[in-house]
């Protein structure tokens, strides 16, 4: 056998070798190294159980930020930028993906926009954003902005797929293709969650204010507080992601982020949103409204009720907590909000590919910690 040949093909079995013993024994050698850099100050109870949850799922790396309802602020930081080897410490700066917790930001950015135009949340959508063409489908002229932003426009991605996730997306850049869209069920008649009803209500924003998203973006959060807030695209270099040995990074490179801005396109800290999201519930209260005003909901079954920027839920006479999580390849998100101010969010570079399970089991433990506290 020629020497370079031999020289391939041992490199070929070292590589193969590697993989291997990272598949049995990575995760465990990640799980030791990441213990060894939890820094929190919070409640000793809290402090525990959160830490037992997190081990038992798999989210070694995160940062957590929580604001009583007197601005307090408590941090919790867990882990390391690069998950697989050592590398600098996760802090309570570290910038990550807010992923679907953007869609906060988008709701309250377009209740405002449509209140400082006279523009009503149950006026219809389409003439925003295709206006001089007709419909395949003639329901798709019923979508409202209340739709939108509720997730019952009619749109399925179970059925039809998620134009979002796609490396090509069509919104925002050609809104016209929502003329040719066939609707997976007739609007306001159910509840399907939708990345691509809140890229629509970015195009209507733009449309209504005549302004790029990203300026409207920087008119709406330009406060030093929320300095840190930015828009994601491909800029991930801070951190190495991790989801259940996939090829994670290539799934990130493939996401076309500005195409994901209004859905799931902003970076920044937990504190910067804990803050953020603070302030708009003040400043739009329409965002927290109770969906129950708007049509039937139980909220108390987990995951099925959506407002205007939330999911509720409430078990017994506890105080009902506004939520919402957001997942994308390696990235765990979740936010709660407290009818008392306070509001708490946790960011991940890790998660599985069983993320809801993982996400139900984090904001159910949140709920319960949170309620005591009311």
């Known amino acids: 056998m020629p020497m370079k040949l031999k020289y391939l093909t041992a490199l070929v079995l070292v590589s193969i070798c590697a993989v291997i013993n990272w598949h049995w024994w990575g995760p ?23 830490q037992q949850i997190t081990t038992e799922e798999n989210i070694h790396s995160f940062q957590l930020a929580y604001i009583d309802n007197r601005g307090k602020v408590t941090n919790c930081v867990s882990g390391y930028r690069n998950w697989n080897v050592p590398s600098s410490a996760i802090n309570k700066d570290t910038r990550f993906p807010y992923a679907s917790l953007t869609k906060i930001v988008t709701a309250a950015i377009s209740i405002k926009v449509l209140k400082q135009h006279h523009i009503e949340l149950n006026a219809t959508v389409y003439p925003y954003i295709t206006p001089n063409t007709l419909p395949l489908d003639k329901r798709v002229t019923a979508i409202t902005f209340a739709d939108l932003l509720t997730h019952r426009a009619g749109f399925d991605r179970a059925l039809s797929g998620d134009p979002q996730l796609s490396t090509i997306p069509w919104c925002p850049e050609q809104p016209a293709q929502l003329a040719k869209v066939s609707l997976d069920f007739t609007p306001a008649t159910r509840f399907v969650y939708s990345n691509l009803g809140y890229c629509l209500l970015g195009v209507a924003v733009e449309a209504i204010t005549q302004q790029n998203y990203s300026e409207i973006l920087k008119q709406h959060i330009s406060s030093e507080k929320f300095s840190q807030l930015t828009q994601q ?49 003040l400043d739009v209260p329409d965002l927290a409204a109770s969906p129950q005003q708007m049509f039937d909901c139980s909220t108390n079954i987990w995951r099925t009720c959506h407002g205007f920027g939330f999911y509720h839920y409430q078990q017994n006479d506890n105080a009902v907590m506004r939520w919402r999580d957001g997942s994308l390849p390696g990235i765990t998100a979740f936010a709660a909000a407290m009818p008392d101010g306070s509001v708490l969010v946790l960011l991940s570079n890790q998660n599985t590919l069983n993320w809801k399970q993982q996400h139900d089991r984090l904001g159910r433990f949140f709920y319960s910690m949170l309620a005591e506290l009311q």
């Open 28 to 50: 465990v050698y990640v799980a030791d190294m990441l213990a060894d850099n939890l820094n929190c100050d919070i409640a000793p109870t809290w402090y525990q159980q959160l």
């Open 233 to 281: 695209y491909a800029d991930n270099s801070d951190l190495k992601f991790y989801q259940d040995r996939t090829r994670v990074s290539l799934q990130q490179l493939q996401l076309n982020y500005p195409a994901l801005l209004a859905a799931g396109g902003l970076t920044g800290t937990a504190q910067d949103l804990a803050w953020l999201i603070r302030q708009l519930i």
